[in-house]
């Protein structure tokens, strides 16, 4: 009796795809993304003369640099380096390799795309506009709504306006904007001091800091809270309210801040981390002072601060392409 046929490389390809798509039910589109990894596993093989099972680390890891090189994306190259980790993790399974070249190497690191912040003109104007009530009653769906915005449209400006204001004015999170309440107690994530021109906060790690806010803040907060005052009892914390006189919620927040964005004649979509974003970037460009803004923004590592360098550098690079005789391109 003969010895069985030692299988082909495609074979072998073929069998671990049967494997994957059988036995670990991949998905077709992820079955689709390994198979066309495995062809230029083969590829790269067939250009160094050697067979799938002879590949050694040093051969993945130069590869890996070709595809780069070819243009691409880390992701990409990830997809691609995970379909080979388990082809040879189901070789040595199979007893046809000893190790796994493809253990241990990693896909280049993505680019992390830059945060999102408003131009200071955009955000002056989110932090200026005013609804008029009369075209929130004119958006209302039904008579009720408008009955009950004609009364809601004051108060609900004076939030709105209040809140604007501490979020770009003092770089908060959402989650600390939020959580903040009037006055300081035991349970309190938050409060603020008009007096001392401050908000403490409860920021990531449940690290407490105090940040200052600016004179238009302290104005717009003024104004809500004698609006608030006649509108819930005096022990009632949250400074920040809905319509229902509870404590404003992260999804209804966000709504009505892309609202408000429409309001001021902002085109783009507006979140309420656009506002931390550009805080940090407009007082960047003004001050270059990195550790302050690391310091004002609570993060731990300066690193996390540095991303804003690279918002400010774009500024740059716009005002001199716009100003420098020797900058504009035919």
């Given at each position: 009796m003969s010895a069985a046929r030692p299988l082909s490389e495609p074979d072998l390809i073929h069998r671990h795809l049967e494997h994957l798509r059988v036995q670990r039910r991949l998905a077709e589109r992820t079955l689709a993304m390994y198979a066309e990894a495995f062809a230029r596993l083969q590829r790269a093989?067939?250009?160094?003369?050697?067979?799938?099972?002879?590949?050694?680390?040093?051969?993945?890891?130069?590869?890996?640099?070709?595809?780069?090189?070819?243009?691409?994306?880390?992701?990409?190259i990830a997809i691609a380096l995970s379909a080979w980790r388990g082809l040879y993790r189901w070789l040595a399974q199979e007893h046809l390799v000893a190790t796994n070249p493809a253990e241990g190497i990693r896909a280049p690191k993505a680019p992390k795309p830059l945060p999102k912040a408003l131009t200071v003109d955009q955000a002056v104007a989110l932090a200026e506009a005013q609804p008029k009530p009369e075209v929130m009653v004119a958006r209302a769906a039904t008579a009720a709504a408008a009955r009950r915005m004609e009364t809601e449209g004051p108060w609900l400006s004076a939030r709105d306006h209040a809140m604007v204001e501490l979020?770009?004015?003092?770089?908060?999170?959402s989650a600390e904007l939020l959580g903040l309440d009037v006055h300081p107690g035991p349970g309190a994530h938050g409060w603020i001091d008009l007096q001392a021109g401050e908000a403490h906060v409860l920021g990531k790690g449940s690290k407490r800091r105090i940040v200052p806010m600016g004179a238009?803040?302290?104005?717009?907060l003024q104004a809500w809270l004698q609006v608030r005052a006649s509108l819930v009892a005096p022990q009632d914390s949250a400074l920040f309210l809905s319509r229902l006189g509870r404590r404003i919620t992260a999804a209804q927040w966000r709504k009505r801040l892309q609202?408000?964005?429409?309001?001021?004649?902002?085109?783009?979509?507006?979140?309420?981390?656009?506002?931390?974003?550009?805080?940090?970037?407009?007082?960047?460009?003004s001050s270059g002072d990195l550790r302050a803004v690391q310091e004002l923004l609570g993060h731990a590592h300066i690193g996390t601060t540095q991303v804003y360098t690279r918002l400010d550098h774009q500024h740059l690079a716009r005002v001199y392409?716009?100003?420098?005789?020797?900058?504009?391109?035919?």
């Open positions: 093989c067939e250009a160094q003369r050697i067979g799938l099972t002879q590949v050694q680390a040093h051969h993945v890891r130069g590869w890996v640099g070709q595809l780069h090189g070819q243009g691409l994306g880390p992701r990409s979020m770009y004015g003092s770089g908060l999170r238009a803040a302290r104005r717009a609202q408000l964005a429409l309001d001021a004649g902002l085109t783009q979509h507006v979140h309420p981390h656009m506002l931390r974003h550009s805080f940090a970037s407009h007082l960047l460009q392409d716009a100003a420098h005789p020797r900058a504009k391109r035919k």
